[in-house]
């Protein structure tokens, strides 16, 4: 119990600090005085609907020769990421008063996409420097506010404008840059913040002045509703640019720049901790009940499951002692040793799919932990978007091996023979559960025209990366598995499986799994929180190191839970305890999911029936994994448990 502490507080104090830690992902780029700082923008997303949309679907400006796109590495395609270059055009500590970008006539099918689009409060999600967009005061009501996190409104809606909802379009933008002088005296900047404040101007010409939007002498002509030499703010616009059929709207932007003393190196700080609008003690008090939850349950198996087997194993050895015709064994043995001839007797239904189950569960436990501890050090981080959709999935590729080995360990245990076949399920079972379902919300993404929608060949790189690396891989790991020796049980099984009497309702086997999810799913449950507001809500997420104390608790935790409820059933003389561990310990996915359920109310869906089975599909296949993993551990823990305590006792 005391090394159990000690090696989880030191996790702790080292994790924790290594959450903090940030590895650059790329090289600081410095600038001169009048260099070109060049914008990219990301495709517009919406938490109401999870249907990402290319950013030049919408009635945007373009730059000159059409956008060309700067999406770098799989993972960004993967993750609905689809970077594009801008025609907004921003020079190093050169301010920029109300510049004009182009002007958009909007005919009735781009009104129809715009105000659908603002209505649904989609984002904007531009990119300086590797830089997210933040947004500051996009509310009218109270004081100004800087958003890290989701980009900024393309537009709003009019609450007074009853069930008309009148839509309105940002058209102008503040563009805040924060610099920062690493060398004073040369002549070299980098960018170290990007701010946004939109705003929705109603821009109209001095002198009546009409613009086509195509002839350059409208770019020289000055607006009377900007003032030149200074920045536009919200306190001096009277008129909201309306999104309406025929509509010139005029698409313009200020950029102000302000040095600042943060280090190029300590950048992404506020995009991290959301200028610390959720405290760490937050996450230290999820820390701190996962911990009492996982002490209280530890003392629980030494109070209750180690005094009752040393009194087990003590009375069984002594009887074992006492000769025949002294004692009838068969009249004074009860409790779990009677079940010795049949406990290691292989699962009774689907032993081939058990293997197969673990196997993966085991793959993806493994390739979980791994990327938790590459994201918790810095590896993968934020500013590589999609590294760590990459890392999980070259990961997962390489635990190929780890899955066959174990599941060939497994099935040789249960004397399987087809061993060719559980090796090609347990390569392919959740891989192609994972790839159908992304091949249906993908068809369906593109049917949507969503930048979500991976491209063809991307595809075909993720389908190459499963059969031609984590194939082979598992069927690496299952050679090398058959090749050991079966597994040693202490005890002989019997040619006749003993039957099992009656339970009572506390002891049935499925309340005992219902009950065994609650401990481990409590104890990660504030946790969760954060990790779903960042998967749907578009947070950043990079307290990794705390990630890695609590998903270990929750291991563990599934694990003690698991050892106390088949001791239970072992007692009442059940020896069918394969399946029934697996289920203990993957019960707590299904409160996961429920939690799930409870929590889709916080994104406020809209009406499309899509978003709801985007999002449940996505939950139930994460729910699925977690199963897996806390499944294979409650079993492999159960595994262990029971070879050690029939192994201590004499049995004739």
């Known amino acids: 119990m005391s090394r159990l502490t000690t090696a989880l507080t030191i996790a702790v104090l080292s994790i924790s600090g290594a959450s903090a830690f940030y590895v650059p992902g790329v090289k600081s780029a410095t600038f001169k005085k009048g260099d070109e700082v060049q914008m990219k923008v990301n495709a517009v997303t919406s938490i109401h609907t999870q249907i990402p949309k290319p950013y030049y679907r919408l009635p945007f400006c373009k730059p000159e020769g059409g956008p060309q796109m700067a999406s770098e590495n799989l993972g960004e395609f993967l993750t609905g990421n689809k970077v594009q270059n801008s025609a907004y055009n921003i020079n190093m500590l050169e301010e920029v008063f109300c ?38 005061g996009t509310s009218d009501a109270g004081p100004r506010q800087t958003h890290y996190a989701g980009g900024f409104p393309i537009g709003f809606v009019d609450s007074q404008s009853g069930e008309d909802k009148t839509a309105y379009v940002y058209n102008h933008v503040n563009i805040n840059l924060n610099y920062h002088q690493p060398v004073q005296g040369e002549d070299g900047y980098r960018v170290v913040g990007f701010t946004v404040e939109p705003l929705s101007i109603n821009h109209q010409f001095l002198s009546g002045y009409k613009w086509d939007g ?74 701190t009940n996962s911990f009492v939850v996982v002490i209280f349950l530890s003392l629980l198996v030494v109070s209750i499951l180690i005094r009752n087997l040393k009194r087990d194993i003590a009375g069984y050895n002594a009887i074992a002692a006492i000769a025949d015709e002294e004692l009838d064994e068969d009249d004074d043995e009860t409790g779990w040793k009677l079940v010795h001839a049949d406990v290691f007797r292989p699962p009774f239904n ?40 990459t890392a999980t999935l070259v990961m997962y590729a390489l635990c190929g091996i780890f899955s066959g080995y174990l599941s ?66 598992t069927f690496l790991g299952a050679y090398f598995g058959y090749k050991e020796e079966a597994l040693q049980y202490p005890t002989v099984t019997s040619t006749i499986a003993r039957a099992i009497p009656e339970s ?149």
Not at 256 to 276: F, G, P, T
């Open 408 to 473: 060939s360990r497994l099935y040789k245990a249960f004397r399987g023979r087809s061993w060719q076949l559980c090796t090609i399920l347990t390569s392919t079972f959740f891989p192609s559960l994972c790839f159908l379902l992304f091949l249906f919300f993908n068809t369906i993404l593109a049917f949507f025209r969503s930048s979500g929608s991976v491209p063809f060949l991307d595809i075909l790189i993720v389908a190459a990366m499963w059969l031609c690396i984590a194939v082979p891989l």
């Open 504 to 652: 009572g309702i506390t002891t049935k086997p499925y309340i005992s799994i219902a009950m065994g999810g609650i401990v481990p799913f409590a104890a990660a449950y504030v946790e969760l929180f954060f990790i779903m507001s960042s998967l749907w809500m578009d947070q950043y997420y990079y307290v990794f190191g705390f990630t890695f104390v609590v998903y270990m608790i929750l291991l563990l935790t599934a694990a003690e839970i698991t050892l106390l409820l088949v001791y239970h059933q072992l007692c009442n003389e059940n020896h069918r305890w394969w399946w029934f561990s697996f289920f203990c310990g993957g019960s707590t996915a299904f409160y996961m999911f429920g939690y799930s359920v409870i929590w889709f109310q916080a994104l406020d869906a809209s009406g499309n029936l899509f978003t709801y089975v985007l999002y449940f599909g996505y939950m139930f296949l994460l729910s699925f994994a977690i199963f897996l993993v806390t499944g294979t551990v409650g079993a492999l823990t159960s595994l262990w448990f029971v070879r050690k305590i029939f192994g201590a006792i004499k049995v004739d």
């Open 99 to 136: 510049n004009k970008v182009c002007q958009v006539e909007l005919t009735a099918r781009e009104t129809r996409f715009l105000t659908l689009h603002v209505r649904n409060a989609y984002h904007n999600n531009w990119i300086i420097d590797n830089l997210p967009s933040a947004s500051i």
């Open 350 to 389: 689907y032993p081939m799919l058990y293997c197969v189950l673990i196997g993966s569960g085991f793959q993806i436990a493994v390739s979980t932990i791994t990327c938790i501890i590459l994201s918790a050090i810095g590896f993968v981080n934020p500013s590589r978007r999609g590294s760590f959709m």
């Open 214 to 287: 195509e002839s350059k002498e409208g770019y020289t002509k000055p607006l009377a509703t900007c003032t030149a030499g200074e920045h536009s703010s919200r306190d001096k616009v009277t008129k909201n640019q309306v999104v309406a059929q025929g509509e010139q709207i005029v698409y313009t932007y200020d950029v102000i720049w302000k040095e600042s003393d943060v280090a190029w190196s300590s950048r992404w700080d506020v995009y991290l901790n959301e200028d610390n609008l959720v405290p760490s003690e937050v996450h230290w008090y999820s820390i």
